[in-house]
């Protein structure tokens, strides 16, 4: 948004950089390539949303899926952002971010101490989702993208429930990714010190499923489920 | 910081409600209470922090501490939220949020998944941290709030390390928590649907340490390492 980046098909293999996307710092660790991005996005549930009011920052935890180009969030329509995002003619300037923990990086020094991570931030101008078709597409990707096949396998929302919900979407234009993987980068003259150090992988996955205590009698757990 | 709220001592249970963090729904998932806001911030590590730049939203994953009533996030001298908080007299308005994801609740209803989870959300003004005591008990929170016990068993920053760090700090004054717990809760015709239904709780922790290839020879796994 801070210049006008060259007109790019929607196929270019990255997202152009803009003002924004471009850090002041460890530059190396920015990566704007669309199949990392996706990646990244796919493999979450749980985004961090930005929106200013009154002049002042908010940040608020929501569930986010990506179809294609395109994000989505949902929440209720007496919600804060969404009834902005419904108001603002324009779109709701918005911050979107997801992160992935995957390891502690415990250096010798503690200045070298890290943490490996995948976030991306999207930046951009939310809009109402007001198409009912795709308002419902929307609310089934929110669904599989938490639990991929669970959208069929569910009673789908009626009138009431999706006259309830609102829907903004986010266009997937002014991205990038940052990451940092791999092990500890200490200094030479602190190699010999003697501090353990290492990384320590974050444990991934789910614990056995609780069911719910009215199960309708020989409801088995279903294989998608299993699988996770 | 909408409307006066009566002066408070430091020691009250709760934090006063304010405009901003009294949420416009689900206010039954509200808490101000502060030992819950406290556990609930010193489980994790990783933050999104939200600041407010050219007018639109930013937000950024970053590690903070608490020590007290007070946050701490340290950074380059040379990043984008660290260097505004430091030119800012009053100090940098942010919104910094902290969630824990438990577990997944799929309903017989698509329109009832949900998760459940535990949050804070902190509002308020940053300053940077200028006094060199105050900034070295600072970056050793930081170190021990991902691994308690790890700042004692690294080797400090040196002068140069610490000039080229930067740390702000964050008062809890303006603080709710938000939690989802328990299990389903489907509309009562739903009960008979043949739809699976129940929690799947996350998994927490670390997998196995992966040492350093280069450990000085007879350095073990320390004890505070062991038991995470």
């Known amino acids: 948004m801070q210049g006008t980046p060259p007109p790019q098909p929607r196929t270019a293999a990255v997202y152009p950089p803009t003002g924004r996307t471009v850090p002041t710092r460890s530059p190396g660790r920015a990566a704007y390539d669309r199949e990392l991005v996706h990646a990244i996005l796919d ?36 919600s804060r952002p ?53 308002k419902r597409r929307a609310l089934d990707a929110l669904v599989d993208h938490v639990v991929p096949g669970r959208a069929a396998d569910s009673r789908p929302a009626d009138r009431k429930e999706l006259a309830a919900t609102a829907v903004i979407r986010l266009d997937l234009e002014e991205v990038s990714a940052k990451l940092r993987t791999g092990g500890v980068n200490d200094e030479p003259e602190d190699l010999a010190l003697p501090h353990w150090a290492g990384v320590l992988p974050l444990r991934k996955g789910y614990d056995a499923p609780l069911p719910d205590p009215g199960l309708a009698p020989g409801t088995a757990l279903p294989s998608y489920l299993a699988a996770l």
Chains 1, 2 share one sequence.
């Open 82 to 134: 969404l009834r902005a995002a419904g108001r603002a003619d324009a779109g709701l300037p918005v911050c979107l971010t997801v992160t992935h923990v995957d390891g502690l990086v415990l250096a010798r020094s503690a200045f070298h101490h890290s943490v490996n991570y995948r976030s991306v931030v999207v930046h951009g101008l939310a809009h109402d989702v007001t198409d009912p078709e795709e």
């Open 43 to 78: 493999e979450g549930y749980v985004c961090h949303l930005g929106f200013v009011r009154d002049g002042a920052p908010v940040v608020l935890p929501t569930l986010y899926a990506r179809v294609g180009e395109r994000l989505y969030v949902h929440g209720s329509t007496g």
